[in-house]
């Protein structure tokens, strides 16, 4: 049997051995790496789209089901234990870590993608019907769904590390499957590999995507040069900033950042839904949601056997692949800093209120970029076609202060890049020193390092997408993990429950 930390260092020596591999690769041949990862992820998709969606949809109902049962009222911690952080610090680090970014990316930009190519081809595109469609399925992508699959790793978790006082590892959560066998510890080494390549290549490809929009909103603003040298500056910043923020801690660096995160982020909605089309905004949220939830089940197991296409696969089943490609990581984020909330508190706050913001946030920006394109006669929609890292600061354009909105809205991408880092390094650093709640400051300088150099690397090769595909591939095999976790919580808090009972009745 090997050593806890002999098992430590090979899982950190071959996932960085990997990754090397990969970003050496993704950077000589750029193009060939992007077809090969683009015919991994086409095979894991066509062939078994249909097992993201039904598995995603599972999740939903599982965990509905576990906040309205008698488990709900179970801590994640001691039965005395009370929550870490307040409310408003708890929904901007989940806000932060887990979608911060992503939203400010395709909060316009998504609706305006959809208005443009239609997710039904019977709907003619760039017409009220086809606005009222890009909404309901900006909504279906970005709400209860996605973030069902980080609640479902963060919520088994937190349920071994703070009251089975176990570790935060992925592969721990399956123990009671898995069991004691000459094989175990190869299986769960396997497991937490997956989790840390995994982590790694999706924040990297999401710094890219981040600093390339930094960079448009610079170029439009300020003039700056649109170019790979921005781009590592950039990142060279990014790095500075959130190694920084890392040597104060998760109770002051990333707590203190995601109040500001969630703070810059509320301004920005508020000024745009005043200086907006305010009624416009407020109907298109209610129909919006009306759409949501009428279509809920059909979108949630959309697929096209009959007229073919890719469009669900492109946007649907992708957002599923990449949800739970992402999910150790911000699943066990969101396990670190939810520490004594109940089951219950946990999946309402989890499923309800980062959603909700996204689809206020969608319904502002998305919904002002439909008017101004229905109404007003802009090209939104058209610019967005041809480049989609240009759709913030399009709309900007068109309202007051735009200047003003898009230093502010740079300065929140930053800031939730900077968040989402740090919370990588802290979550990277605790995966490779046996889920560790304090992880020691050096490991998190070498993987804050590395996710700055695979960030730089990308952008100078331009391998950006081909990575964020590849990314997408470990997605199959976390599927089958996550359904086992599912299992795997279940049967626990049966057996708690139980065990409860019986104390009782001997009393």
């Known amino acids: 049997m090997k050593s806890k930390s002999t098992?430590?260092?090979?899982?950190?020596?071959?996932?960085?051995?990997?990754?090397?591999?990969?970003?050496?690769?993704?950077?000589?041949?750029?193009?060939?790496?992007?077809k090969g990862a683009n015919a991994a992820f086409g095979f894991t998709t066509d062939s078994f789209g249909w097992f993201y969606l039904i598995s995603v949809l599972l999740f939903v109902i599982f965990l509905v089901y576990l906040a309205f049962s008698k488990y709900g009222k179970i801590r994640l911690g001691a039965d005395d234990s009370r929550p870490e952080y307040h409310f408003f610090t708890w929904v901007g680090m989940l806000f932060s870590a887990g979608f911060g970014v992503g939203l400010v990316f395709w909060g316009i930009a998504e609706p305006m993608s959809h208005f443009f190519t239609t997710p039904i081809?019977?709907?003619?595109a760039q017409t009220e019907e086809a606005a009222r469609l890009a909404m309901a399925y900006s909504f279906f992508h970005w709400g209860v769904s996605q973030w069902s699959v980080f609640a479902v790793v963060g919520l088994i978790i937190a349920y071994f590390q703070f009251r089975k006082k176990e570790n935060g590892l992925i592969?721990?959560?399956?123990?009671?499957?898995?069991?004691?066998?000459?094989?175990?510890?190869?299986?769960?080494?396997?497991?937490?590999?997956?989790?840390?390549?995994?982590?790694?290549m999706g924040v990297a490809t999401s710094l890219g995507l981040g600093i390339l929009q930094i960079n448009g909103g610079l170029s439009s603003e300020f003039g700056l040069s649109d170019?790979?040298?921005t781009q590592l500056?950039?990142?060279?910043?990014?790095?500075?900033?959130?190694?920084?923020?890392?040597?104060?801690?998760?109770?002051?660096?990333?707590?203190?950042?995601?109040?500001?995160?969630?703070?810059?982020?509320?301004?920005?909605?508020?000024?745009?839904?005043?200086?907006?089309?305010?009624?416009?905004?407020?109907?298109?949220?209610?129909?919006?949601?009306?759409?949501?939830?009428?279509?809920?089940?059909?979108?949630?197991?959309?697929?096209t056997p009959y007229q073919g296409g890719t469009w669900v696969k492109d946007w649907t089943i992708f957002y599923w692949a990449w949800a739970i490609a992402w999910s150790p990581f911000v699943g066990a984020f969101v396990a670190r800093v939810s520490r004594g909330r109940t089951i219950r508190e946990f999946i309402f706050g989890v499923l309800i209120v980062p959603p909700l913001i996204a689809l206020l946030w969608i319904s502002v920006f998305g919904g002002t970029a439909l008017h101004l394109d229905l109404s007003n006669g802009t090209s939104i929609a058209e610019a967005v076609n041809n480049d989609v890292t240009s759709a913030l600061f399009?709309?900007?354009?068109?309202?007051?202060?735009?200047?003003?909105?898009s230093v502010i809205s740079i300065v929140l991408?930053?800031?939730?890049?900077?968040?989402?880092?740090?919370?990588a390094t802290y979550i990277l650093s605790s995966m490779t020193t046996g889920g560790s709640l304090n992880p020691p400051m050096g490991i998190k300088i070498v993987w804050g390092t590395l996710i700055a150099a695979i960030a730089a690397v990308l952008l100078i090769a331009s391998g950006l997408e081909g990575?964020?595909?590849?990314?997408?591939?470990?997605?199959?095999?976390?599927?089958?993990?996550?359904?086992?976790?599912?299992?795997?919580?279940?049967?626990?808090?049966?057996?708690e429950v139980t065990v409860r009972k019986k104390k009782k009745k001997k009393e």
């Not at 081809?121 to 003619?124: G, L, V």
């Not at 998760?250 to 508020?270: E, R």
């Not at 399009?394 to 909105?405: D, G, I, K, Q, W």
């Not at 991408?413 to 919370?423: G, H, V, Y």
Request: net charge positive.
């Open 171 to 200: 592969s721990t959560s399956l123990s009671p499957i898995i069991g004691e066998t000459k094989h175990t510890s190869k299986i769960k080494k396997t497991i937490d590999i997956l989790a840390v390549i995994a982590t790694v």
């Open 121 to 124: 081809p019977t709907y003619e």
């Open 233 to 303: 500056i950039i990142v060279l910043v990014l790095l500075i900033l959130y190694l920084t923020s890392s040597t104060t801690g998760l109770n002051k660096g990333i707590k203190w950042l995601s109040n500001l995160n969630l703070s810059l982020a509320l301004l920005l909605m508020v000024f745009v839904f005043i200086a907006g089309p305010t009624v416009f905004i407020l109907e298109t949220f209610t129909l919006g949601l009306g759409d949501y939830l009428t279509n809920f089940v059909r979108y949630s197991l959309r697929v």
């Open 394 to 405: 399009t709309t900007y354009a068109e309202l007051p202060f735009s200047f003003l909105l």
């Open 227 to 229: 170019g790979v040298g």
């Open 467 to 495: 990575l964020q595909t590849a990314s997408l591939v470990s997605a199959l095999p976390f599927t089958i993990i996550l359904i086992l976790m599912c299992y795997t919580l279940f049967r626990l808090l049966r057996k």
């Open 413 to 423: 991408i930053f800031t939730f890049l900077i968040t989402s880092a740090d919370s």
């Open 7 to 34: 098992y430590l260092n090979s899982v950190f020596l071959i996932s960085t051995i990997i990754i090397g591999i990969l970003v050496i690769f993704g950077a000589v041949f750029p193009k060939l790496f992007a």
